[in-house]
């Protein structure tokens, strides 16, 4: 592995990182690696001056907090989750504090913080004193997200601390003070959007670490899941995953290693946010260098890789990964250089594919679903998407021959799949042939990979995945009675490309708003790995609840979602060399998003009152574009009018929007009024 190779991207990187973004004030970022906590959420036993560690009392000399005895705590609140190392100053020669940490106020105990393994919970953090000042966590022992810190006193004698902070460690390869720098925004009228936006953004920012800091499945084969645990259990992060100085993982707590299935959903997000492609790239150097001789890509990236375990769908993920990173980096060296190890990965993957055109899955592993295996949707679907990925890398990499075979083959796949599977009576298709299970995560994969271009029966597949909703959220039954945020991110999209935009605000709002954000029992600032249909926080594939990630960057669809398909800026060459701005306004009045690529910035800004709607939008010059413009009333007719030029009676299509396509990059403003 190489952090990177040739000077273009590190160009690219260092002159698009000097843009600078509107709507400041919803980043959840720390302006500062030094953080301290915001307010009390409990205390026990005989405690004075506990409020004097807050950021709001300053640290003034002379005040500090007093742990009287032995098992009086305080759990302070940092009002969101964070990352990083404890540090404290005190007075006290000796005596022995301890510390714990939770993500969640489900799992605040002054006796053991919340859970990394399959089974128990994570012992303390002690610090047995034999001298006054300055005492920090030992590097092994950052703690990978947490909202809630107790400190405990676990000796007999008091204990007085005059200082409390934590430094800081997510995305270690940004300067301290540029943390909030991000390239992207987006805001529109509604509060709850906005902040659900931005919190997946801090959740992808809270899944890039030190890859000198990852792996946390330290009883991986040890300690089974809902295997009694009568004591604690020691934890630590040491364990270098990836080359380079940063690395994109899947979970801030847990797992922190790379997965290319949670990839899929993150990488989009960091591209229109924060732009940190290098840590994407690390991250997908440390899968292809596992690559075996057959082209087979692991399942997760070093230590889990060991383990031997086959995914077909995460292969197939780590393949759309190189695309993605194509895609929003525009570097064809980097594709030059992956093209031959990518084709050989398909290789592995079309070598499935049996008489009946679909592939026959034999490896049950993926996203922690059950019943995976046969002629799967799911697993087709993700394969249709990625071989029509591979024409376009085959074209850009001038090799015509192959683009023609990944195209046959895909299309042997439509073909199969749909009289295969298709149930018209429930509209949705089922898991395989032995089953009438209709699951989530293929139906959302059917549409989003473009498996299903009849009009009709997206919309009846969005609806019937709709009609299942419950009060938490959308099911995922091939996972018993779990809601799945990843999945429910492809489902997501698959709403918004059916047209039905008011479902998937709909979704938005009610999953990652209502719940996943504004829960109490959640972190308010970062989203969650999964949980029940009941709104319980138990994830079926886990037996202990207390080691669900609360910052995983598998559940933060909206952020790209929202952009993508509200703002409706969709990329769909190399850094945006050709692009589709097509905003989807819903119920929304007003929305202003953008991102920053190599080529230049990308915006839409548009309002929608009534019978009128105005597009601003700008796209970098040397690039060429399509715009669809939502026409106001009933869509049969509008007036448009370009800039100062003169309206015209324009129509829409099915959608409700006029097309202008060949536009050069540059900046446009229309207005179209109802008839």
């Known amino acids: ?116 393994a399959d089974s128990g919970l994570d012992a303390p953090l002690v ?63 509604d509060e709850q959007l906005n902040r659900i936006w931005y919190a997946g953004a801090y959740t992808n920012q809270l899944v890039t670490i030190d890859p000198t800091r990852g792996d946390a499945l330290n009883y991986i084969g040890v300690i089974s899941s809902g295997e009694p645990v009568n004591e604690t259990l020691d934890w630590w992060l040491n364990t270098t995953i990836t080359n380079g100085t940063s690395a994109l993982t899947d979970g801030a707590k847990r797992d922190r290693l790379v997965w290319s299935g949670d990839m899929s959903i993150a990488v989009p997000g960091i591209a229109l946010t924060t732009f ?67 084709k050989l990965g398909m290789e592995w993957a079309v070598q499935q594919i049996d008489s009946t055109g679909l592939a026959n899955i034999t490896a049950p592993s993926d996203w922690l679903r059950f019943g995976m295996g046969g002629h799967n949707i799911e697993a087709n679907s993700i394969l249709y998407y990625t071989l029509t ?16 075979r990944y195209a046959q083959l895909a299309s042997g796949i439509q073909s199969a799949a749909i009289p295969l599977l298709w149930q018209p009576s429930v509209g949705l298709f089922r898991d395989n042939e032995t089953t009438t299970l209709a699951p989530q995560d293929g139906n959302a994969w059917a549409i989003k990979s473009g498996l299903v271009t009849n009009t009709s029966q997206i919309a009846a597949i969005s609806q019937a995945l709709q009609s299942r909703w419950g009060p938490y959220g959308a099911p995922a039954p091939e996972a018993a009675d779990a809601v799945s945020p990843f999945i429910s991110g492809f489902e997501l999209e698959a709403h918004f490309m059916a047209n039905r935009t008011a479902a998937a605000l709909a979704l938005v709002r009610h999953m990652w708003g209502d719940f996943m954000l504004d829960d109490p ?44 398909f509200v703002g409706g800026i969709q990329l769909l060459s190399d850094a945006g060399a050709t692009w589709t701005i097509a905003p989807q306004p819903g119920d929304l009045t007003d929305v202003d998003t953008g991102f920053s690529t190599s080529k230049g910035t990308f915006s839409s800004n548009w309002s929608n009152r009534g019978d009128t709607f105005r597009l601003s939008i700008s796209a970098p010059k040397g690039t060429k574009g399509t715009i669809g413009i939502p026409l106001p009333g009933k869509h049969n007719g509008a007036l448009l009018k370009q ?12 959608s409700g929007k006029y097309w202008i396509d060949g536009l050069s990059g540059g900046d446009y403003e229309f207005v179209a009024t109802a008839l």
Request: proline share 3%.
């Open 643 to 654: 800039g100062k030029g003169q309206a015209k009676v324009v129509h829409g299509d099915s």
């Open 521 to 564: 029992r959640m972190t308010n600032s970062t989203f969650v790995e999964g949980y029940s249909v009941t709104g319980a926080l138990h994830y079926a594939p886990y037996s202990n609840d207390a080691r669900i990630s609360h910052a995983h960057g598998w559940a933060t669809g909206p952020t790209s979602s929202l952009t993508t």
């Open 1 to 116: 592995m190489r952090f990177f190779t040739g000077l273009s991207f590190c160009a690219l990187y260092a002159v698009v990182r000097t843009a600078a973004t509107p709507y400041q004030d919803y980043i959840l970022a720390p302006s500062s690696r030094t953080i301290r906590p915001v307010s009390i959420f409990r205390q026990h036993g005989s405690v004075q001056s506990s409020e004097t560690l807050l950021i709001s009392q300053g640290q003034d000399a002379g005040t500090h907090l007093t742990l009287n005895g032995y098992n009086a705590s305080v759990t302070y609140d940092f009002g969101k989750n964070i990352a990083g190392w404890v540090n404290f100053d005190t007075s006290s020669h000796s005596g022995s504090v301890g510390v714990t940490f939770s993500e969640s106020s489900l799992w605040v105990s002054s006796a053991a913080s919340d859970a990394t």
């Open 389 to 404: 990925l591979g024409v376009t890398l085959a074209t850009d990499e001038d090799d015509p021959s192959t683009a023609s």
């Open 276 to 342: 940190d492609l290098i840590s994407v790239r690390n991250s997908l150097d440390s899968l292809f260098v596992l690559q075996n001789s057959n082209g087979m890509l692991p399942y997760a990236g070093y230590p889990f890789n060991e383990r031997g375990t086959v995914s077909f769908t995460y292969h197939l993920y780590a393949l759309i990964g190189v695309a993605n990173f194509y895609l929003y980096s525009g570097d064809k060296t980097y594709l030059d250089g992956k093209w031959a190890a990518w």
């Open 127 to 189: 610090f047995n004193l034999t001298r006054s000042g300055h005492h920090e966590a030992p590097q092994d022992k950052e703690r990978g997200a947490f909202r809630y810190l107790t400190i405990v006193n676990l000796g007999s004698s008091k204990v007085t601390l005059d200082d409390l902070w934590v430094h800081f460690t997510a995305m270690p390869h940004w300067a301290d003070d540029a943390l909030r720098n991000y390239l992207g925004w987006f805001h529109c009228n």
